[in-house]
């Protein structure tokens, strides 16, 4: 199986591609909702399939703690182990593990931590993490990396100097063959520790590239900005990944940056909260103005909970804390979120992109949505 990254077309920065995976083709731009524990909460495989899911994500760090990638390798691999047949990419874990605070070290030859599940010691090396990732037979892989405060810039300086030497070492760690291995673009939001990590990175001729550390607390403007230093430097034959940004309009404006790929827990884990997605706006279906709603959660959506199901019921399941609750809202969300980006994808082959975009600020403002 060759990997492979084609474009299919641009309007301005926006790109439409195709992406060659061992696991079906993908088409980009795409949405990849995170399945942490090798599961979408409230959602099954058939579902996902069923929203046209292409890409799902799941996560190096839990799945090493519990069940064990030595394990999920005996049992056939996380595509045989979670019943998923399209492409699946792991991340490193080091967002968790750098996200454990007291609970960590770092050195320059990786990070101890101590696990959250048990307090059980543990070591990530780049050597490992490729290791693990292998174990667990995900189409795509990345590096690992270090995650640090993003308006810190002496941290950041020390953070990048360790994340260019470990992706240099997962490079040589990797075995290639079926597995995309991407490296991760750091730096904060300071143009010249972005722009210097694009550079190494990409001098490192990885299959595709992300882009980390990004909101993570940072303004709006300023994870464009880095976005913008970036673009320029990134080869336009690889796919570019943004990891964790996932709203509507962050999908629609970093589209407009030349990302091909987003992740986030946003669709999912709102569900679980009675938050409701929609292009135009994001509400809360616990609020006593649903109660007595005859109207499914979107007017003119065509997902299976808006076909079959009110508002008004809807809300009674949330308020009952019924699964089937969190399911129905999980797959409206989701299918926002893959809709979205199949306009946004048809739009940019049209030639079209710039009055969608125009369109999409337009219904928010109308709603009242910034």
Request: with cysteine.
């Amino acid at each position: 199986m060759v990997l492979s990254f084609a474009l299919d077309g641009t309007d301005g920065r926006a790109r439409a591609g195709r992406f060659r995976l061992p696991h079906h083709e993908v088409l980009t731009p795409v949405f990849m909702p995170v399945g942490t524990q090798a599961t979408v909460k409230a959602v099954s495989p058939r579902d996902l399939c069923d929203l046209g899911a292409t890409v799902v994500l799941a996560n190096t760090y839990h799945l090493y703690l519990r069940p064990g990638d030595e394990r999920i390798a005996r049992l056939g691999g996380l595509h045989a182990f979670m019943g998923w047949d399209g492409p699946i990419l792991t991340d490193s874990g080091g967002f968790q593990v750098f996200s454990l605070a007291q609970r960590r070290t770092v050195d320059a030859g990786g990070v101890t931590f101590r696990s959250h599940v048990d307090g059980s010691e543990h070591r990530f090396t780049p050597e490992r993490v490729i290791a693990i990732q292998e174990n667990l037979g995900a189409d795509i892989i990345v590096c690992l990396d270090e995650c640090s405060a993003p308006d810190d810039y002496e941290y950041n300086k020390q953070a990048l100097a360790r994340t260019h030497a470990w992706a240099e070492r997962c490079k040589m760690a990797h075995a290639g063959g079926r597995q995309a291995l991407f490296g991760i673009v750091q730096g904060g939001v300071f143009p010249d520790l972005r722009k210097r990590s694009a550079r190494f990175i990409v001098d490192l001729d990885f299959d595709g590239y992300a882009v980390g550390g990004l909101s993570v607390g940072e303004t709006k403007g300023q994870m464009h900005r880095m976005l913008d230093v970036v673009d320029p430097v990134l080869p336009v034959d690889r796919p570019r990944y943004l990891m964790g940004v996932g709203p509507p309009p962050g999908l629609v404006e970093c589209v407009a940056r030349g990302i091909d790929m987003f992740d986030c827990v946003l669709p999912t884990r709102s569900a679980r909260n009675g938050g409701v997605l929609t292009r135009a706006r994001r509400y809360n279906i616990r609020n006593a103005r649903y109660a007595d709603d005859p109207a499914p959660l979107e007017v003119g959506c065509t997902c299976y909970a808006c076909g079959t199901f009110s508002r008004a019921y809807i809300r009674h399941l949330n308020w009952a804390n019924e699964i089937l609750g969190h399911h129905l809202i999980t797959v409206h969300n989701l299918h926002v979120m893959f809709s979205l980006l199949r306009d946004v994808r048809a739009s940019i082959l049209e030639g079209r992109f710039e009055a969608f975009r125009e369109q999409f600020w337009r219904a928010r403002a109308q709603a009242g949505q910034e």
